[in-house]
């Protein structure tokens, strides 16, 4: 071997040690980037399991009912004594997934008086953590039952939990007349109002024609439903709007950041769009119907999205050359010499005066800060020197 070719492969070598060990360095400190809005969901009475969840039916299917038979003593024709309380039931939601401060706002509830006699009634609320009380309201019925409509408790009920932990309400009726209650669906949107940082989105992105977002929920929901619904949408320009039929669920990735009370660990889930061909696109998402073309929800009010995330395209990584990196025929180096390319990521050594370089796709995005993964770089950085070596004989 040359004494040149030996330096050569000497400063290869240390050039390799040097990048691999910079590419596998990693702060021990640094938590998972996230974005965490405060938001606030309507927790739905639910039909099947005396449930309370987030989750909400598609638009057109039906609510549920239920009768609620006053009770009270006859003295006398029509007359009316010793109206008592009655329960009409307890919603309890799942175990929440992870810490998280909420705030009960209010409790809506749709009803109507089916004997139309005497409409004064009251509702005997109870807000519950881990199935004991944490707060009562009792208040009248807000409207008279003559039709049907919805009558709004405001509440005010905070609670601090941790994963594990459940929420519920357990409901009280006190009435001299028969009522029928209508919940578990878009339109009666029977349930509690609850604000609190529920959902916890840690990256979407646009690249080609595939837009895609990663989150995890406090109390996880059904994103197949969701999507049927268009609870969740890609939107664009021109009233573009993404075909969910082309959009899978699957299970994402594990997540680590602190807690309330200690380092919490949760499995997120991601949304896959293809068949992309918008501009200006943004992802808008909620639990239920929302205003996404101007229209009115399906109970009669104008609503948002409670989230939108502007989306900026990823274009395709550049070629490792341009007209100003590649070197010239002309360009002449000295015998041995090392340089990173212009592109800030491959590795360039001078043989023959003329620089032979590596070209390695970098991607710019990807998670090691820039650095080619160790085992690509140091297949690259050796191919140079074989290249180098051989050129010398």
Known sequence: MR???????????????????????????????????????????KEEDDALSPQNKLPGEAEATKTVQADYDYIGPGIKIGREPVHVGTWTSDPVEFDVNISVNSFDVWWEDTEDSDDSCEWTITIEHNGESVSEDISD??????????????????????AGDTIGIDLVFEGWDDIRIHYDNVTYDTGLNVKGNHLIIFGDRWENTIVTMEFTEAWPTDWNTNLDAEYVLVMGVNDYMADNAKASVRDGNKHTFQGNNSTMEVNSTVIEWTEINGTGLKIMMDYTVFDHMGNSSANGTLSHPIVTLILEKIEPPPSPWNSNDKPSEEEKCVHGDTKTAGDGCNQCVCSDEEWICTEVDCDPDDSDDGFLPAPSLAAAVAAVAVIALRRRR
């Open 141 to 162: 019925c807000q409207h008279d039952g003559e039709e049907l409509a919805r009558g709004s408790h405001n509440l005010n009920t905070i609670i601090n939990l941790v």
């Open 3 to 45: 004494p040149r070719s030996f330096l050569l492969l000497f400063a290869l070598m240390a050039a390799l040690f040097l990048v691999v060990f910079s590419s596998t360095e990693v702060d021990a400190d640094e938590a998972t980037e996230y974005y965490n809005p405060e938001i606030e969901l309507k927790f739905n009475l």
